[in-house]
């Protein structure tokens, strides 16, 4: 088995193209689809979801959070990218869309959804793990537990 080394600007392709798969419904730009993307093996983390191993279990958390938004647009030329020794890169950055309960776009209000934080493993040109950090709570209506939101 060979391993193939990517440079930080490769994986940060691979990257922004699972980002944009999800802005066009899970579609890749080559139009297939977003699990076309990973590794077997590969491990995803959503809040409030947990972590999926593997493709299939993936594509049901993909499908779960999915089912859930009717829109999702990424603002790329936001994006704050942190590079590390190895297959790791960091993306931080904002989105906006509309989830079932309502829309979102990051900073209105400034507690709100929309902030975002992957932590990528790319190797050998497929995502080996990605952890995403992010409030779920798209339309913000979990307000009544946290007394300062509840409170505005």
Partial sequence: MT????TDEQRKSVAIEYLKAFDNGGVTSTGGSILDLFAEDAQVFFPKWGVANGKEQIGKL???VGGTLKSIVHHYAHFNWIFSSG???VCEGTSHGEHRDGPWRAGVPA???GNWCDVFEIRD????RVYIYL???YAGKDTARYPWLSAK
């Fill in 3 to 6: 391993m193939q080394t990517m």
């Fill in 62 to 64: 993909f499908g779960d």
């Fill in 87 to 89: 297959d790791v890169i």
């Fill in 111 to 113: 507690w709100g959804a």
């Fill in 125 to 128: 040109w497929k995502i080996q």
């Fill in 135 to 137: 409030d779920p709570d």
